[in-house]
């Protein structure tokens, strides 16, 4: 099964700073990944799919890129609304999917 | 408005069997590959099953295998999710999904259904 690492598992920001976390998939998923924003009590928010997909009405300091095994999602600057935890997620098949263990954003 | 909402959560003793069901509404729900995912407490998430637009497709994570079942009534635009012989490492925060067509990744969610395993 692929696994998927994100780093790092905590990171503290303030508000305007540019951020990236990181995901690392255990063997190449191509451009087969999604990154979500959770907040606590909600379910997940698509952000990007296809590894740069800007999912319709994310705003666009949200970016994504990566092929292969090392992707990275960027918030260029900061909100009071970024603060969440991030996830990724492979999707090479339909038949197996695997989340990162997510990144929790918070304030600094 | 496109949405997702799942019932049938609640309290199953060890061992017991409990059925979630999502009802969606706002789109053609027969044209999308439909998911289960789960977030146990104050953990990440977890993908536990998918099934093809028709049914004729399914697909487990491989600790589910063997006790949860996916289905999908297209006809009520309802997709199921069967569970027996829980456990206490079934405890959960479920959510239905919907794929992008084409994709895997989820562009809408259920707002989830809590399980709990507990004697």
């Known amino acids: 099964d692929i696994q998927m690492t994100q780093s790092p598992s905590t990171l503290s920001a303030s508000v305007g700073d540019r951020v990236t976390i990181t995901c690392r998939a255990s063997?190449?998923?191509?451009?087969?990944l999604a990154w979500y924003q959770q907040k606590p009590g909600k379910a997940p928010k698509l952000l990007i799919y296809?590894?740069?997909t800007l999912q319709s009405g994310v705003p666009s300091r949200f970016s994504g890129s990566g092929s292969g095994t090392e992707f990275t999602l960027t918030i260029s600057c900061l909100q009071p609304d970024d603060f969440a935890t991030y996830y990724c997620?492979?999707?090479?098949?339909?038949?197996?999917?695997?989340f990162g263990q997510g990144t929790k954003l918070e304030i600094k | 408005d496109v949405q997702l909402v799942e019932s049938g959560g609640g309290l199953v003793q060890p061992g017991g069997s409990l059925r979630l069901s999502c009802v969606a509404s706002?789109?053609?729900?027969?044209?999308?590959?439909m998911s289960w995912v789960r977030q146990a407490p104050g953990k990440g998430l977890e993908w536990v099953a998918n099934?093809?637009?028709?049914?004729?497709?399914?697909f487990y994570v491989d600790s589910v295998k063997g006790r949860f079942t996916i289905s999908r009534d297209n006809a009520k635009n309802s997709l199921s999710l069967q569970m027996k012989y829980l456990g206490a490492e079934d405890t959960a925060m479920y959510y239905c999904?919907?794929?992008?067509?084409?994709?895997?990744?989820?562009?809408?969610w259920g707002q989830g259904a809590l399980v709990t395993v507990s004697a």
């Open positions: 999904g919907r794929l992008i067509k084409g994709d895997g990744s989820y562009d809408i």
């Open positions: 099934i093809k637009e028709d049914g004729s497709a399914q």
């Open positions: 063997q190449s998923i191509n451009n087969w």
């Open positions: 997620q492979q999707y090479n098949s339909y038949s197996i999917y695997t």
């Open positions: 296809k590894a740069s």
């Open positions: 706002g789109f053609t729900f027969s044209n999308y590959y």
